[in-house]
């Protein structure tokens, strides 16, 4: 098992910043694709960002690329996402997920941190 707890959601003016942070226990966490995904009310998940189990290959959607910077640390067993210039469409609630490097399913989920972006 692997948890995870997201933290750093909070309330911000457009064109602001936030980074969440997203901290794991339970295995052995550089094992571990980690990636970043978000729900606004009345809308389904979606994909935000992702990154590979040693942070050289990152990728983002259309609508963060740019803006948007996925890091961890594996030291740390921390993964970040810094938004910069936010905009009011980006209020959502923020999950981190994990998923062994050999899979395709997101397996383990934090329990989310919500970010509201005030226009």
């Known amino acids: 098992q692997v948890q995870l707890v997201e933290s750093g959601g909070g309330l911000v003016q457009a064109g602001g910043s936030l980074r969440l942070s997203c901290a794991a226990s339970?295995?052995?966490?550089?094992?571990?694709?980690m990636g970043w995904f978000r729900q606004a009310p009345g809308k389904e998940r979606e994909f935000v960002a992702h990154?590979?189990?040693?942070?050289?290959?990152?990728n983002y959607a259309n609508s963060v690329k740019g803006r948007f910077t996925i890091s961890r640390d594996n030291a740390k067993n921390t993964v970040y996402l810094q938004m910069n210039s936010l905009k009011p469409e980006d209020t959502a609630v923020y999950y981190c997920a994990a998923r062994l490097a050999s899979r395709s399913v997101w397996e383990y989920w934090g329990q989310g941190t919500q970010v509201t972006v005030s226009s």
């Open positions: 339970g295995r052995t966490f550089s094992d571990y694709a």
């Open positions: 990154i590979n189990w040693g942070g050289s290959n990152t």
